[in-house]
Structures are given as C-alpha cells and as structure tokens.
C-alpha cells in the first residue's frame, strides 16, 4: 500500500527547477544538454506515454538553450496527431519573425527552407509527433543541407523517432515514483490534504493518477480547498472513471460533477493533457486560467468537445498567451457543440495575445449565446474576432487598453448586435474606426436599438465621433433609444 513519505524537518517542498528535476527522475537532464551540444548528433528523440510531461521537458530544453546561447535561432511546433503542414510552417515562420506570400504549401516549403538556411544553428523542437513528419514538405532542411539545424522531437511512441524520424539518441520519460508522485500532488493541493481526515482520501486519490505529472497537477488543483465529501466523490469517480488500455500507453481520468476549476501559477506542466476522454468534464460551467507563463493556447482543439458545457471563461496575467482558442485540425461535424453554451469571456492582462483564434480557422466557433465579451490590458490584440462571427445575444462589449486595434468589430459583426446594451471602448492608441469601413459595405442597415450605455474614452487618433468612421450615421440611428450616453475625448482634442 502507498503510504505518503514523511518529509523531513525544516525541508522545504521542491519548486522551480528543483520541481522540474522532481518530473524526470529517470532522465538526466545534463545528459540531454550534452546530447545538444554534440556536433555529431542532429536529432534527438524524447518519448514516454501520454501525460508524463515531454513538453514540459521540451519547453524547459528550449529554456536552457537560448539562455546558454547554444542556437543563434530556437523555434518550437506543435505537430499533432492529423499534421497540418501550413500550420506548422506558420508556427515556424512566426518565431523566424517572417510572413509567408506564398499561398501552397510547395511554396511556403521552400521559402522557409531558405530562412531556415540563412541562421548558422538554429535548434527546431516538434511537439507531438504520432506518426512520420515528412520534413521536406514543411522546409526543414536535412542534415547533409544544413549541419547548423538541429531537431528534437517527441512523441508517445519510440518507433515513430528511431524508425520513421531517424533519431540518433532517444531519451524516455517515465512516471514519477510513489515517494515523488505524493511530493508534487502535496506541493500543488496544499497542506490541507495533512489533515487526518482527508490524508487518506488523498493517498488514494494519488494512487489513481498512477505517477503522470499531468494527472497529479491536473487531480490536485481541481480539489485544493475543497471538502471531504468532494474528496470522497472525486475518488469514487476516479475508481469508476480511470482505465489503462492494452499497451499500457493511457491513463484517463473524468471529472463528472466538477462544475468550476481553477488553475493558476501553473508553471512546470501543460494544463491539458490529450488522454481527457470527451466525457471528462460533463458539468464544468466555471473556467479560470491565471498566472501561467508557459501555455500559448488556453483551450486547444481537442479541448473544445471535450468543455462543450463551458459557460464562463477568464483567462488574466498569463505572459505567453497568444491565442485562447485553436481550432487547427478539426473536422465539421459536432461544430454546433463546440462551447455552443459559452455566455461569458473575460480576458485580461495577456501582454501576448494577438487573436481569439485565427481568422481563416475553419470550422469557426459558434458563439452565438454569448452575453458578454471584456477585454482588457491585452496590448498586442490587432484582431477582436473574425468577420465571420455573429454575436446575436451578446449585450455587453467592453474592450480597454488593447493598444494595437485599429478598429473594433467589422460591418457584418456589427450588424449581428441585435441585443446589445453595454458598449465601452477605451485605451486604444490605434483606434482608427470602432466599425471598419471595408470597401463600401452598406451601413444604412447598422442599427443598435437595444444600446441603453456607450462609453467612448482616450482614443487618441480619433478626434472626434465623426472621426471614427461610420459612428455618426450609427449613433443618428440609435439616439431615439439611447439612454444614457457617456462619450469622453482626449482634453487635447478641438471640437467636431
């Protein structure tokens, strides 16, 4: 039987990179450095199953390498079980700082095949490979091409690295141990789980997550500070709810009756592991991602079936954000599912964040029960939401200090503003046009009856309402049933 270890007197509970050492007990990371800085050696592989933490060690190799200056360039992509070659090209294109011209994906090959070429050693790291990735056809020079290149690779199967991908060192990553799993679930829940009545509960409770560093993360957030009967149900669900298949590769856990979760300072581990069946979070309403420095996507694709029941979402202070929802690689069918119940989205402070998701993402979400959207501190924002959304229960929209806007919404969304009630807009230095003027699009049909609060503040390169185009003929079309109208200008301003 697991019986949690005692920790000795005055020893304090790992964190940082003592916490990072904690998740790869079996893999000596000064091994894998050394392996990097081999000349000789151009691809390396890094393989365990599902959830024990490859892109977490990934990340932190990508870390020390650009801290030591071992690469002039080091790029990071994301592969995934359906490889989307434009895709993966963008995500490399995007670190390279280079926009693509070219629309096949021929072209795109050899154009960043040539960027690639042109930095002397550049470390390329390919998250989750299921199969062979035919690097040619993304732009990936060859050894023999470019000595400078250098890749590592992940995967959950180590025949698709030796065999497919040609690896030359391999390194497995492996569950924690009993003593390791207790100290990383301990230093995530919280000293409540010491108490009496709950350490037993918890002891179970960690012996169901069987040593992944995902589900240990994951498990423990998701019952910090909550009571004995939620630890009880939790395990009852775990025992019912975990399975491990034939080849012993996966470990699924389901949460039935969470209904609210909370995950911040997340620092050494991805918030989502791929092994979540679709049944996972059946009643999850209430999400909270906060402070993590790590992630670049808050929910990816095969998260969105998965929160179909999702009805508020906060994402604050997360640095490394750059797109909250990805929806690459998914097919059509179910698309009505897809965070169909979402009625709330409130973003704030993500210094990174450029998009909600990708304008020419197909299938698009359908965020048509949304009620409110607040945005704020999002200082790299140059895109609210693609044209193609229409938000027709949406009654507030509050956008503040996303500095990078030129204009707010497009005609066509405007036009799906039914029921909107709230609009503030302020803090944006760019700000040219809060509806854009996209080549002639008739305006007469732009008409916000239901509007009661505007609120217009600090936006410096619009001298006037007039100044933001096509405000004037909607604000004549919407004074009848305006209520209450708070409209400031920048003290600098001369009148209209």
Same mark, same amino acid.
């Given at each position: ?93 995007e670190k390279l700082g280079m926009k693509f011209e070219e629309v096949s994906e021929q ?10 070429? !042109? ?59 009993? #003593? ?87 620092? #050494? ?79 704030? #402070? ?17 965020? !048509? ?21 229409? &938000? ?100 600098? &301003?001369?009148?209209?």
């Amino acid at each position: 039987m697991f019986v949690s270890p005692e920790k000795p007197k005055g020893q304090q509970e790992p964190c940082g990179k003592e916490a990072f050492q904690l998740l790869y007990p079996l893999l000596s990371f000064y091994t894998f450095m050394e392996a990097l800085r081999d000349a000789d050696i151009n691809r390396i592989g890094v393989w365990g199953m599902g959830g024990v933490g490859k892109s977490t060690l990934v990340k932190r190799v990508a870390e020390e390498a650009e801290q030591e200056e071992l690469f002039h360039k080091v790029v990071t992509a994301s592969v995934f079980q359906t490889p989307d070659y434009k895709e993966i090209q963008q995500q490399i294109a995007e670190k390279l700082g280079m926009k693509f011209e070219e629309v096949s994906e021929q072209g795109r090959a050899g154009r960043l095949h040539q960027r690639i070429k !042109q930095e002397n050693t550049i470390l390329i790291i390919l998250d989750d490979l299921w199969a062979e990735l035919e690097l040619e056809k993304v732009g990936i020079p060859s050894p023999d091409d470019h000595k400078g290149c250098k890749l590592v690779l992940t995967s959950r199967n180590k025949q698709v690295l030796s065999n497919e991908m040609s690896t030359q060192k391999d390194f497995r990553v492996q569950h924690l141990q009993e #003593d390791e799993t207790w100290i990383l679930f301990k230093n995530t829940a919280g000293d409540s789980i010491e108490n009496p009545e709950l350490q037993p509960i918890a002891v179970d409770v960690v012996k169901e997550c069987a040593g992944l560093p995902i589900a240990i993360v994951t498990v423990a957030k998701a019952l910090k500070n909550k009571n004995v009967s939620i630890w009880k149900d939790a395990l009852q669900q775990l025992n019912s709810q975990t399975s491990t298949n034939i080849t012993g590769m996966e470990t699924k856990v389901a949460f039935p009756n969470l209904e609210e979760l909370e995950l911040g300072l997340n620092r #050494d581990t991805e918030i989502w592991p791929e092994q979540f069946p679709v049944d996972s979070f059946p009643r999850l309403r209430v999400l909270d991602v906060c402070e993590d420095r790590d992630i670049l996507v808050v929910i990816p694709s095969f998260m969105l079936q998965i929160l179909h029941n999702l009805e508020v979402l906060n994402v604050g202070r997360c640095s490394s954000v750059n797109e909250v929802f990805q929806l690459e690689g998914l097919d059509e069918e179910n698309q009505a599912k897809r965070l169909g119940r979402l009625r709330e989205i409130e973003l704030y #402070d993500l210094p990174g964040l450029t998009h909600l998701w990708k304008e020419n993402s197909k299938p698009g979400l359908d965020l !048509q029960g949304l009620e409110s959207l607040v945005v704020r501190h999002c200082v790299s924002l140059i895109n609210l939401v693609p044209s193609s959304v229409s &938000f027709q229960n949406l009654a507030t929209l509050d956008v503040q200090s996303c500095g990078s806007l030129r204009s707010l919404i497009s005609p066509s969304v405007a036009k799906s503003l039914v029921k909107l009630k709230t609009l503030k807009i302020g803090g944006s230095d760019m700000m040219e046009e809060v509806v854009a003027n996209e080549g002639g699009e008739a305006t007469d049909e732009i008409t916000f009856y239901k509007l009661q609060h505007m609120e217009l503040l600090y936006l410096p390169t619009c001298e006037s309402i007039q100044a933001c185009q096509m405000m004037e003929e909607l604000l004549g079309q919407v004074m009848a049933k305006l209520l209450e109208a708070q409209i400031h200008e920048e003290p600098s &301003f001369g009148a209209p």
